[in-house]
């Protein structure tokens, strides 16, 4: 029983190891999914995430948040690609897919960062459509 | 056998717990032990040691996290306690004057005590912001083996 258990297991973990490195692992597809479905239920004409309203969102200064973070590019950089720096000095992996695949693969960290930062750049929290809009962008970086 | 085990590592941590001299003479501060402090708390800084500010000031900061000098830094609830709880409880009770703000207040901001300000009163303000420092709060950029617990004159 056991040996099935740890045989499920592996294969299991054999699997997803492939998948994650892909644009489509299925962990993010899952957090994108819930964003959707959320989106449809607070709007029922929502007609799916944009990625350039992501990278609006992305590049916008905002009001209504923290003085020193007024954009998402304060501390991530105008290039998504590279490396960011949080104000206390300490470096931030790149935000864009193509560089970091683990990016919005793990969902407990995808709600923290956005519930964080949506408040420290735009002093509320995102709604689903501009968390799946922000991420959909950063699949095409 | 894994009961002996058990009990020598409690004995290290113990040990660890306590400043000693090691490292060729050089002060260690006992590092964060803690896996969720150390790993929620270096996401966006070095994790600070406990022993920097007075346990009433952790307290405090650990109640304010949706303001934390500057920005949300929102911890699920029970991840929250569990990192309270750590400084809390390896924090000094009784803040010294080095913990203090030389007015003698509690502060949130290491940067602002006594003994941080001493330790750096000969260090030009603009060594703070240039290159790869960034910010005072950015201890390991001047002090190379902070992630040992070692702050010398570096």
Known sequence: MIHRILATTLLGAALAVPAAAGAADPDRQAILDEFRAQARKNNPDFSGFSAERGRELFYNRHGGGEPETPRCTSCHTEDPTQAGETRAGKRIGPVAVSVNPDRFTKRKKVYKWFARNCDSVLGRRCTPTEKGDFMTFMLTQ | ?154
């Not at chain 2, 056998?1 to 001299?21: E, Q, S, W």
């Open chain 2, 1 to 154: 056998m894994i009961k002996r085990t058990m009990a020598f590592m409690l004995g290290v941590a113990a040990l660890a717990a306590t400043p000693a001299l090691a490292d060729g003479g050089a002060e260690r501060v006992p590092l964060v032990t803690n896996t969720k402090a150390k790993k929620e708390c270096s996401a966006c800084h070095m994790a600070f040691q406990p022993a920097f500010l007075p346990a009433d000031a952790w307290k405090t900061m650990m109640r304010n996290l949706d303001e934390h000098f500057g920005e949300n830094a929102f911890l699920m609830p029970e991840t929250k306690k569990a990192i309270a709880r750590y400084y809390t409880s390896h924090a000094p009770k009784k803040a010294g004057p080095m913990l203090l703000t030389p007015e003698g207040e509690t502060t949130q901001r290491i940067t602002e005590t006594s003994g941080w300000r001493n330790a750096h009163r000969e260090v030009k303000p603009g060594a703070f912001k240039a290159g790869d420092v960034g910010a005072k709060a950015n201890c390991p950029a001047c002090h190379k083996k902070a992630s040992k617990g070692v702050y010398e004159d570096d």
